[in-house]
């Protein structure tokens, strides 16, 4: 029998890869994992939010053990001259309380920390270090590398939590706040009441290009919470540059991130909402699905992976398109008309839309009435499309 120093190794210490630590430990705890992580902590600096519909039973039962905020009263928009108030509970997870969650649950045995990857293969990590870990099965959940084989727009965020002075008086959140000035693309802020005198307050942008201005996005911030009357000191901030995929060669983007026998999950294996970014369904779901196969050899389920992969790309094709004409049919200050329209949709199909569920009645829901762009701009945009996704781009 061959010895390894682990069964599953697991590269990346993110959602994806935290979360698949997670449903091994839970479905099958006689497996030795290693979990490597490159920075100091598990989850990086993120926040993660999705609403109850869109994880099945199992899926809620492998998140409900970590500390997060919920907002069972459900939550607000807010466009120029529209309001409207919806009742999906809605539930959010920072990624200090997802890195003490799973310390506790896993152990310092299957955590490794400020452990930096070289190279990988089907059954070894070689670290940076120049230490080689053995392993059955190696599953790798870095960051993707940048690629020319898919097309889309940016998602472009600075989130600031506020400790206020004085309590807010928030009762659900504010997932889309667009009655803000539109500045270079779909400009909304999004709020979350954290606690009395707790606040989470982000400005996005979905915008042509990832450039990220810290100094502008944080004095816009700073606007917003002055103009509710909000006004304390910064518990902490983060930022993101997130693609929105609008089109591509799935297969080429696959054969960029490919290593033989190694299994790939979350972004870097294409697991991701094209064009809301939302990953959280999808690592919890791809967790699950990798603990119930998890005595398969490696190159079985690396192969079984992308399968899956491919699946997904294809079931969510409808939303690649409301992207392509989001970028290439709407002018950048008026992309906030393609989302005032949707959210005066039936409530049930904005859930399902979330969850990438959408049946064909939603699509053509979405799609007939009066287009909220100039039809042949939109038929344009069908045809073509961004450029590639590559932050080096600009």
């Given at each position: 029998m061959i010895s390894h120093d682990c069964d599953i190794a697991i590269t990346g210490g993110g959602l994806a890869g935290g979360l698949i630590a997670l449903a091994l430990r839970r479905i099958r705890p006689e497996l030795e994992v290693l979990l490597l992580e490159a920075g100091p902590t598990l989850g990086g600096n993120h926040r993660w939010s999705w609403f109850t519909g869109d994880l099945d039973p199992d899926g809620a039962k492998l998140v409900d053990g970590f500390r997060k905020s919920e907002w069972p009263a459900g939550y607000e928009v807010r466009f120029p001259g529209f309001r409207r108030e919806l009742g999906a509970i809605y539930r959010s997870l920072d990624s200090a309380d997802f890195d003490a969650s799973l310390r506790r649950e896993l152990g310092q045995r299957t955590i490794r920390t400020e452990t930096r990857v070289a190279s990988l293969t089907a059954?070894?990590?070689?670290?940076?270090?120049?230490?080689?870990?053995?392993?059955?099965?190696?599953?790798?959940?870095?960051?993707?590398?940048?690629?020319?084989?898919?097309?889309?727009?940016?998602?472009?965020?600075?989130?600031?939590?506020?400790?206020?002075?004085?309590?807010?008086?928030?009762?659900?959140?504010?997932?889309?706040?667009?009655?803000?000035?539109?500045l270079g693309g779909y400009r909304f802020v999004y709020v979350l009441p954290l606690g009395t005198n707790d606040i989470f307050i982000e400005d996005t942008y979905y915008q042509d290009t990832p450039t990220l201005d810290r100094n502008a996005l944080s004095a816009r911030i700073d606007e917003y919470a002055a103009a509710q009357g909000w006004h304390g000191e910064e518990v902490h901030f983060e930022t993101g540059?997130?693609?929105?995929?609008?089109?591509?060669?799935?297969?080429?983007?696959?054969?960029?991130?490919?290593?033989?026998?190694?299994?790939?999950?979350?972004?870097?294996?294409?697991?991701?909402?094209?064009?809301?970014?939302?990953?959280?369904?999808?690592?919890?779901?791809?967790?699950?699905?990798?603990?119930?196969d998890a005595d398969l050899p490696g190159e079985l389920l690396a192969a079984k992976l992308e399968a899956r992969a491919r699946d997904h790309w294809r079931?969510?094709?409808?939303?690649?398109?409301?992207?392509?004409?989001?970028?290439?049919?709407?002018?950048?200050?008026?992309?906030?008309?393609?989302?005032?329209?949707?959210y005066r949709l039936n409530e049930s199909l904005i859930e399902r839309f979330y969850a990438g569920r959408s049946v064909f009645t939603d699509?053509?829901?979405?799609?007939?009435?009066?287009?909220?762009?100039?039809?042949?701009?939109?038929?344009?945009?069908?045809?073509?499309?961004?450029?590639p996704l590559r932050k080096d781009i600009s």
């Amino acid at each position: 029998m061959i010895s390894h120093d682990c069964d599953i190794a697991i590269t990346g210490g993110g959602l994806a890869g935290g979360l698949i630590a997670l449903a091994l430990r839970r479905i099958r705890p006689e497996l030795e994992v290693l979990l490597l992580e490159a920075g100091p902590t598990l989850g990086g600096n993120h926040r993660w939010s999705w609403f109850t519909g869109d994880l099945d039973p199992d899926g809620a039962k492998l998140v409900d053990g970590f500390r997060k905020s919920e907002w069972p009263a459900g939550y607000e928009v807010r466009f120029p001259g529209f309001r409207r108030e919806l009742g999906a509970i809605y539930r959010s997870l920072d990624s200090a309380d997802f890195d003490a969650s799973l310390r506790r649950e896993l152990g310092q045995r299957t955590i490794r920390t400020e452990t930096r990857v070289a190279s990988l293969t089907a059954t070894q990590v070689e670290l940076s270090d120049g230490q080689t870990i053995t392993a059955r099965v190696v599953i790798d959940c870095r960051d993707g590398a940048d690629t020319d084989a898919l097309n889309g727009g940016w998602q472009v965020f600075m989130g600031r939590h506020l400790r206020l002075n004085a309590p807010h008086s928030l009762t659900r959140p504010v997932i889309m706040d667009a009655s803000v000035e539109q500045l270079g693309g779909y400009r909304f802020v999004y709020v979350l009441p954290l606690g009395t005198n707790d606040i989470f307050i982000e400005d996005t942008y979905y915008q042509d290009t990832p450039t990220l201005d810290r100094n502008a996005l944080s004095a816009r911030i700073d606007e917003y919470a002055a103009a509710q009357g909000w006004h304390g000191e910064e518990v902490h901030f983060e930022t993101g540059v997130l693609p929105v995929i609008t089109g591509g060669d799935f297969s080429a983007f696959q054969a960029a991130q490919r290593i033989p026998g190694v299994g790939q999950a979350g972004a870097r294996g294409g697991f991701v909402h094209p064009l809301t970014s939302y990953t959280l369904p999808f690592a919890v779901s791809t967790a699950l699905a990798i603990a119930a196969d998890a005595d398969l050899p490696g190159e079985l389920l690396a192969a079984k992976l992308e399968a899956r992969a491919r699946d997904h790309w294809r079931a969510t094709g409808f939303y690649r398109m409301l992207g392509r004409m989001l970028f290439a049919a709407a002018e950048p200050e008026e992309r906030w008309r393609i989302f005032a329209r949707f959210y005066r949709l039936n409530e049930s199909l904005i859930e399902r839309f979330y969850a990438g569920r959408s049946v064909f009645t939603d699509q053509a829901r979405v799609l007939i009435g009066k287009p909220p762009v100039p039809i042949f701009a939109a038929l344009r945009a069908l045809a073509s499309g961004p450029p590639p996704l590559r932050k080096d781009i600009s």
